[in-house]
């Protein structure tokens, strides 16, 4: 059947957007398609699965709506999530920080320039620049599989958390050893805690609590953070620029860019090591492969 005439692509977007159509059956039905042939399709056209254009879309109005007034809670269920605990934790991924702070600029990184636009119609940007989709891939996947690992954790017993499971085990000399989940995961938090420290010029921070109910709660402080400040540092193609980082002794120079490189590599060591322990204790934990994590986030799993 010919499209003459018709603009297809603005259909779909429709079908993704729909406020009824909260799954990818719902917008392919909605769109008249086969859930394969819509995602392929909006892939092709728009560069970004259906699932994930909504979910950053549907950020962007609730940034604007608190920006509004509206409450947290108001703009949480009205992006359709299910409690104001989860939408908390989106947001603060998506944008930096957390909604109770107003959004200084209410668009999303975007592969196609698509973004919501107040009242309720989508601005496309045609030249618009995402981050780089390597690293922002990097410093999701880190982020997300940290906090999933943190939450297995929860089930370990303390004694059992503490213990050393890989004596002698070292990832990186200055950091001290890694021996237990708990020097695993907390060296997992830190690290990002103390870089950040040295790129804020802050004071190096004290020492937390690191059963992994505290780990958690810390790792959602610095993980907005954190993929703000990558993000900041790839728009304005500042990975050639030198920090000087006075928290060392004596102070040095690093490359920004050999920092994040630094912290994603041994960031990912560490994750392999705490799914050992892991599994020792019995847990089910699945490999952290980043091609499994893309198509559970993309919405294909």
């Given at each position: 059947?010919?499209?003459?005439?018709?603009?297809?692509?603005?259909?779909?977007?429709?079908?993704?957007?729909?406020?009824?159509?909260?799954?990818?059956?719902?917008?392919?039905?909605?769109?008249?398609?086969?859930?394969?042939?819509?995602?392929?399709?909006?892939?092709?056209?728009?560069?970004?699965?259906?699932?994930?254009?909504?979910?950053?879309?549907?950020?962007?109005?609730?940034?604007?709506?608190?920006?509004?007034?509206?409450?947290?809670?108001?703009?949480?269920?009205?992006?359709?999530?299910?409690?104001v605990e989860g939408f908390g934790r989106a947001y603060a991924r998506a944008f930096g920080h957390p909604p109770s702070t107003p959004a200084?600029?209410?668009?999303?990184?975007?592969?196609?320039?698509?973004?919501?636009?107040?009242?309720?119609?989508?601005?496309?940007?045609?030249?618009?620049?995402?981050?780089?989709?390597?690293?922002?891939?990097?410093?999701?996947?880190?982020?997300?599989?940290?906090?999933?690992?943190?939450?297995?954790?929860?089930?370990?017993?303390?004694?059992?958390?503490?213990?050393?499971?890989?004596?002698?085990?070292?990832?990186?000399?200055?950091?001290?050893?890694?021996?237990s989940l708990a020097q695993l995961l907390e060296h997992q938090v830190a690290s990002k805690e103390i870089w950040l420290a040295a790129i804020?010029?802050?004071?190096?921070?004290?020492?937390?609590?690191?059963?992994?109910?505290?780990?958690?709660?810390?790792?959602?402080?610095?993980?907005?953070?954190?993929?703000?400040?990558?993000?900041?540092?790839?728009?304005?193609?500042?990975?050639?620029?030198?920090?000087?980082?006075?928290?060392?002794?004596?102070?040095?120079?690093?490359?920004?860019?050999?920092?994040?490189?630094?912290?994603?590599?041994?960031?990912?060591?560490?994750?392999?090591?705490?799914?050992?322990?892991?599994?020792?204790?019995?847990?089910?934990?699945?490999?952290?492969?980043?091609?499994?994590?893309?198509?559970?986030?993309?919405?294909?799993?």
């Open positions: 059947m010919s499209e003459s005439g018709r603009d297809r692509l603005r259909e779909l977007l429709d079908a993704v957007l729909d406020e009824d159509h909260v799954t990818l059956a719902d917008m392919a039905g909605g769109a008249y398609s086969s859930p394969f042939h819509f995602s392929r399709r909006l892939r092709r056209d728009a560069g970004e699965p259906p699932v994930a254009m909504r979910r950053r879309v549907m950020l962007e109005r609730a940034a604007w709506r608190i920006a509004q007034g509206s409450s947290v809670t108001d703009a949480a269920f009205e992006a359709g999530y299910e409690s200084v600029r209410q668009w999303l990184p975007a592969p196609n320039g698509i973004h919501f636009h107040p009242p309720t119609s989508l601005w496309v940007q045609s030249t618009e620049q995402a981050m780089n989709p390597i690293t922002e891939h990097l410093v999701r996947h880190d982020l997300d599989d940290t906090r999933h690992l943190l939450d297995l954790a929860k089930g370990v017993p303390s004694e059992a958390y503490e213990a050393t499971g890989l004596p002698s085990m070292q990832v990186l000399g200055f950091d001290g050893p890694d021996e804020e010029g802050a004071d190096f921070p004290p020492a937390g609590e690191r059963d992994p109910v505290s780990l958690l709660a810390r790792h959602d402080e610095v993980a907005p953070r954190w993929l703000a400040t990558v993000r900041d540092l790839d728009a304005r193609g500042a990975w050639g620029d030198r920090l000087v980082d006075a928290l060392c002794d004596p102070p040095e120079s690093f490359v920004l860019g050999s920092v994040f490189a630094h912290v994603v590599t041994y960031a990912a060591a560490r994750r392999q090591l705490v799914r050992h322990l892991l599994r020792l204790q019995g847990l089910a934990v699945d490999d952290g492969d980043p091609l499994t994590w893309l198509r559970r986030r993309s919405g294909e799993e």
